[in-house]
């Protein structure tokens, strides 16, 4: 059952620290999402990737977020610094070929910033 | 700035009852998806549609989109504690394939 992985489930940390994030798409699909999810804002799309080159990142705030893929099983979403309003829970969602396609989303990684 | 609103926002109904939720916007969308959120987890999708006034169903479950391709409905019929989660509906911009709108959804609860 192929599942798209998202580590850690879970981080608590200070204003100030660095955050990394880590994804697993599911293998074969070439298209990765990072999305935010708040109550206020709901889902927002922060970065697209495709063919692990990105596609889209008008949605992050470059001055302290940066998306990459390193390689083709892996892509990372780093907060450096991290503040309070970072809290949400960040998910990442893969894909085939287009931005209309099924997007399958991980279990996502619920960041608490204090 | 382009939105997806839906309606409601929330909504508690009893096992067995009918249910509509509503997807609407003022821009046009070249595909609308229809994902259910339950909670600790991330969206899954149940649905894309494609075509103006296009109809499909999913078990109890039937989703409309809307002639002009800027609405879409979610009916359920007899609704059941496992309908329970946040409905979520996402459009793709007609005149920018490239950007996924997304609404805020509508968190449903089924009480047995």
């Not at chain 1, 970072?86 to 287009?98: P, T």
């Not at chain 2, 496992?82 to 007609?94: F, H, N, Q, S």
Request: net charge neutral.
């Amino acid at each position: 059952d192929a599942r798209v992985t998202q580590t850690p489930r879970h981080k608590v940390t200070e204003m100030g620290q660095e955050v990394t994030m880590r994804c697993q798409p599911i293998l074969g699909h070439n298209t990765v999402f990072w999305y935010r999810q708040t109550m206020m804002q709901g889902l927002e799309l922060l970065a697209y990737f495709r063919n692990r080159a990105p596609l889209d990142d008008s949605g992050m705030p470059k001055d302290r977020f940066s998306a990459e893929m390193p390689d083709a099983t892996l892509a990372t979403l780093k907060i450096q610094p991290s503040e309070p309003r970072d809290s949400a829970v960040y998910f990442c969602a893969s894909g085939l070929a287009s931005i209309s396609a099924s997007q399958y989303f991980g279990p996502g990684t619920r960041l608490t910033v204090l | 700035t382009q939105l997806l609103e839906q309606s409601p926002q929330f909504l508690s109904i009893q096992e067995g009852e009918n249910l509509t939720v509503y997807c609407n916007s003022s821009s046009v969308f070249s595909s609308l998806q229809w994902y259910r959120q339950e909670p600790g987890e991330g969206p899954v999708l149940l649905v894309t549609v494609v075509t103006g006034g296009e109809v499909k169903k999913l078990k109890r479950l039937t989703f409309q989109f809307g002639d002009a391709r800027k609405d879409s409905s979610l009916h359920i019929t007899a609704a059941q504690p496992g309908d329970t989660g946040l409905y979520l509906c996402a459009g793709v911009d007609a005149g920018n394939n490239r950007k996924l709108i997304w609404g805020l959804g509508t968190s449903l609860a089924v009480n047995p």
